[in-house]
Nanobody
């Protein structure tokens, strides 16, 4: 089992920045992809950004140019630097990790962007 714990969410004004972090622990062999999804009230969970174990990244169109995902394989952590935040970025952000074909999720961290 892999446990994921997110941190760094909060309330920020539009145009501001936040940095989310996610730490993996437990039985870790080799985590493949890690990344972030988000879910706004009344909407489906959507992909924000992913990063492979070799550092290849992928972003949702809404995140490109504003968000940066990074990863520390030695510490089993993944981060999401979010700049130029908009009210529409308001959501619960979930960290995920894939290991040996299984997907693990964090409990989520709330990000609220006020206008």
């Amino acid at each position: 089992q892999v446990q994921l714990v997110e941190s760094g969410g909060g309330l920020v004004q539009a145009g501001g920045s936040l940095r989310l972090s996610c730490a993996a622990s437990g039985t870790i062999f080799s985590i493949n992809n890690m990344g972030w999804y988000r879910q706004a009230p009344g909407k489906q969970r959507e992909l924000v950004a992913t990063i492979t174990s070799t550092g290849r990244t992928n972003y949702a169109d809404s995140a490109k140019g504003r968000f940066t995902i990074s990863r520390d394989n030695a510490k089993n952590t993944v981060h999401l630097q979010m700049n130029s935040l908009k009210p529409e970025d308001t959501a619960v952000y979930y960290c995920y990790a894939i290991q040996i074909g299984l997907t693990y999720w964090g409990q989520g961290t709330q990000v609220t962007v006020s206008s």
